[in-house]
């Protein structure tokens, strides 16, 4: 996400200003996504995004991470990445999550889908 305009995007997609960064969470079990994700195709995020990333869209839920900060979770499209772990989620936030929450990898955090 070190790219300015995708940034900027992400902003657009949640609502509110994000921190440049990922948290990798794992869940219990494979995420099942519901009516509160979106699909976002990759050239909305920028123009030559999926050229540049491989992947050709995300599907995007916000969330509240903690109890108390906004977040928007997302997955890629799963057959840009069949590697991808389906349990796995990425969060960007209004705030650096590691810092703000003393996280290291492994340790657990609350994350809730938000409608």
């Known amino acids: 996400m070190a790219n300015r305009a995708v940034t900027e995007k992400l902003q657009e997609l949640a ?7 990922t948290l ?7 995420l099942e996504r519901n009516s509160s994700w979106r699909y976002v195709a990759a050239a909305e995020v920028a123009p030559d995004w ?3 990333s491989g992947q050709s869209g ?3 839920a916000r969330a509240t991470v903690a109890g108390r900060f906004r ?3 997302f997955q890629a499209v799963e057959l840009d990445e069949p590697a991808y772990p389906p349990d796995q989620i990425e969060l960007v936030c209004e705030v650096l ?7 290291r990898d492994g340790d657990p955090i609350a ?3 938000d409608d």
């Open 58 to 60: 995300y599907f995007l």
């Open 15 to 21: 609502g509110f200003a994000v921190v440049r960064g």
């Open 50 to 52: 999926e050229a540049r």
């Open 71 to 73: 977040g928007l979770a």
């Open 97 to 103: 999550l590691r810092a703000e929450l003393g996280l």
């Open 24 to 30: 990798n969470v794992r869940l219990p079990e494979p």
């Open 111 to 113: 994350v809730r889908l």
